[in-house]
């Protein structure tokens, strides 16, 4: 087993679209056999996926500390548990998953009968991203599986441990007849892309979700595109300030320091409950990470040199020069970044144009804190939004009148734990959904299917169109 990590690296390197396209034609194979559409296969699967992320929990949480320095706890609950939950919820429901929907019928078919067959799609790619490399492969495989579809995972270069650990783990605990991985960075992924799938499901930029899509468009491939965005939150003056405030490192900080799709990417409060809010923020950072939190190991560090490059071109532009107001230490040798908080930074900085993924968080100051809404409406569309307020009329027209992937109202973030509610962008954020049952359906075709008996022949129907007919 010494050998196999070098075994990948080969692999990697050899991976072209004759290769890919020799893959997609084994998997159509298995998929034509009809073994991934029974119960008793996705069964095995998903009780496979559950035996591994017990067995090697460890394994998971070192390639994720190797990748992103991410603290136990922290990989515990937001990768391994999520997986093991969507596991243990699909295990459950999955027969009544698959079960045909009965559907009404119209006077034009009676007597008839109809109903909404689920089936799976084919072959579906599933193409995942660094920021928690694990559960972002993992889940949407798990999608795919419950629906019943051979599937090929390409997790992302940039968390290279869990990449190689993701490849090593599926080839031993699932039938690699119809669940693979490919390993690969841009060359590798143009090549799968090159291939027909039935589906391709992807999580990333926006930049990147435009590649994907035209790819798929060439064969007609559906896609779910789970993307990024800038992520506000609106801070109203009446909220309970020390739960806001830690909600919001939460939020931020403690979710992958910022390296998360749905964390806080921006703060809109009233120009009066800033410095209010910038010292409950402070407090907050040093409850959870201490004075200095450059030594804190409860947070992670920037994924790559790219990425702290990319941040610290962010903070160090010189329209947000001297807004810092909390942190703005970094450490190029360990790639760390503090959190740290900037005040009414113009908008027209890269800070307020591009989505920050890192820990810096600027606080922009409006005059009413319903003119938050304009600012957000003047942007393209976040994956979520987040308003703390005890005002009911503000929550409703919020909901009313922001667009967004997701929301939460005072808290950030926990939507995603919410296996009930659909998980994905909408406009620049993405298209599609996950989680649940979502995650099914998402992987599904909803065949719509009519049941007539030969009885109840209305001749009417028929030509010729006699007068007498007409008359009817
Ligand atoms: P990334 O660079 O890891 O890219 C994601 C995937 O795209 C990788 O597998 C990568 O190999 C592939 N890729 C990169 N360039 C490509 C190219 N030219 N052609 C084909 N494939 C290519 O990740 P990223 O894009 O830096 O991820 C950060 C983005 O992901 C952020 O915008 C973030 O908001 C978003 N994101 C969204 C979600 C979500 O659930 N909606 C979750 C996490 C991250």
Redesign the pocket.
């Known amino acids: 087993s010494a050998k196999l990590p070098v075994m990948m690296e080969e692999r990697k390197k050899t991976f072209d679209a004759n290769e890919a396209a020799l893959l997609v034609k084994e998997l159509n194979e298995s998929f034509r056999t009809g073994k991934t559409k029974s119960y008793e296969w996705r069964v095995s699967q998903l009780k496979s996926i559950e035996k591994m992320v017990v067995e090697r929990e460890k394994d998971i949480c070192e390639a994720l500390y190797k990748d992103l320095s991410k603290p136990e706890l922290e990989a515990f609950v937001s990768e391994i548990a999520m997986v093991k939950s969507s596991c243990k919820e699909a295990l459950k429901e999955l027969k009544q998953w698959m079960k045909p929907e009965k559907a009404k019928t119209s006077m034009e078919t009676y007597p008839s009968s109809a109903e909404i067959v689920s089936e799976p799609l084919g072959t579906v790619l599933v193409?995942?991203?660094?920021?928690?490399p694990f559960a972002?492969s993992v889940k949407p495989v798990i999608g795919a599986i419950t629906a019943g579809n051979a599937t090929v995972l390409?997790?992302?270069?940039?968390?290279p441990a869990t990449s190689s650990l993701l490849s090593k783990l599926f080839e031993e605990y699932l039938d690699r007849s119809a669940v693979r991985v490919v390993e690969?960075?841009?060359p590798q992924?143009?090549a799968l892309?090159e291939q027909k799938w039935d589906k391709i499901f992807?999580?990333?930029?926006?930049?990147?979700g435009r590649?994907?899509m035209t790819a798929a468009a060439k064969h007609l491939t559906p896609v779910v595109l789970?993307?990024?965005?800038k992520c506000p939150a609106v801070i109203d003056s009446d909220v309970d300030l020390q739960v806001t405030a830690r909600r919001i490192v939460a939020g931020k900080w403690q979710a992958n320091n910022g390296q998360?799709?749905?964390s806080v990417d921006y703060i809109i409060t009233t120009k009066d409950f800033a410095p209010k809010l910038i010292d409950a923020l402070r407090k907050g950072i040093e409850e959870c990470f201490g004075t200095d939190p450059m030594e804190s190991k409860d947070i992670s560090r920037i994924v790559s040199s790219n990425?702290f490059s990319r941040l610290l071109s962010l903070m160090d532009e010189y329209k947000v020069y001297n807004k810092i107001v909390v942190g703005g230490q970094r450490n190029q040798k360990e790639l760390k970044i503090a959190p740290t908080i900037f005040l009414d930074v113009p908008g027209d900085s890269k800070l307020m144009q591009e989505?920050i993924?890192g820990p810096l968080l600027p606080i922009i100051t409006v005059g009413n804190v319903k003119d938050s809404i304009d600012l957000i409406n003047s942007k393209t569309k976040p994956?979520a939004a987040y308003l703390f307020t005890n005002n009911d009329m503000l929550k409703n027209y919020f909901v009313q009148s922001v667009s967004s992937?997701g929301m939460v109202i005072n808290d950030t973030v926990l939507h995603v734990t919410v296996s009930s509610l659909p998980?994905?962008?909408v406009g620049e954020?993405?298209m599609g959904s996950y989680h649940g049952k979502f995650s099914f359906d998402a992987f599904s075709h909803k065949k719509a299917v009519l049941y007539r008996s030969f009885s109840g022949d209305a001749t009417v129907r028929y030509p010729p169109y006699t007068p007498e007919k007409q008359k009817l």
């Open positions: 193409i995942s991203t660094w920021n928690y972002l390409k997790p992302s270069e940039i968390a690969g960075d841009v992924t143009t892309l992807y999580t990333g930029s926006p930049r990147v590649i994907i789970e993307l990024g965005g998360a799709c749905i990425h989505e993924f994956l992937g998980f994905g962008g954020s993405g």
